[in-house]
């Protein structure tokens, strides 16, 4: 997650993607880094079979240099588009009370 191209940086594991975006785009935890760092564009994402194998790749990536992570990104995702525009992804389910 990010919140511009060439910014702030998140990186996270789910088993639930569709939601777990949804909560970054309305804030639902509001102290949270993702709130307090305005990320709430997804721009790149892997999937996994097991919970390990996915667990593995977010440790790797946290010690990558952000070069590195960027070029990544830029691999599948060169103009930083919110690959979750196109989502049916339901905002008000999420929504908190503020």
């Not at 785009?25 to 194998?53: G, H, M, Q, R, W």
């Not at 240099?65 to 060169?78: F, V, Y």
């Amino acid at each position: 997650m990010t919140n511009k191209p060439n910014g702030v940086l998140y990186i996270g594991v789910t088993d639930d993607i569709h939601s777990r975006v949804v909560e970054h785009k309305v804030k639902f935890y509001p102290k949270s880094f993702t709130a307090k760092y305005n990320c709430d564009k997804l721009i790149y994402f892997e999937e996994f079979s097991e919970v390990a194998e996915a667990s593995k790749r977010e440790r790797q990536f946290k010690k990558w240099k952000r070069e590195w992570k960027i070029n990544l990104i830029e691999e599948m995702n060169p103009s930083w588009t919110d690959l979750s525009l196109n989502w049916n992804l339901d905002l008000n389910k999420h929504r908190t009370n503020q």
